[in-house]
């Protein structure tokens, strides 16, 4: 009887650890600012000598990132596969928030900005 009680409440916290472990992967791009969002979702692929091209927020200034993300993002993207997600595209992993934090990080940062960053 004891063996079985503990089995159920060792099954119960495991089921509850793994859940809670889980949520916090879904949600984990949410909980990151701009720079940590821009260094573990763009900079992989936009480093220095990339297939891709370097691109910091430094590299545009604030309209062209305006441009960017109003315009080109979707295209140039759709087909990229996520990094954490293969089976996804870039597009459908990263949502509308995580890409508002992305957008306002670059043109906060930009080259035309009173604080330009390369994010390195």
Known sequence: MRKLMFF?????????????????????????????????????????????EEYTPMTLIADQWDEFFDEYYLEAHEEVPSLEDESKSVTEFLDDEVLKKLHKFCVDHAADSEQPMTCG
């Open 8 to 52: 159920a409440i060792a099954t119960s916290v495991l089921l509850i650890a793994s859940a809670a472990f889980a949520a916090d992967d879904d949600t984990s791009l949410a909980k990151m600012n701009g720079k940590e969002l821009f260094k573990t979702q763009c900079k992989p692929c936009h480093a220095a000598d990339s297939e891709f």
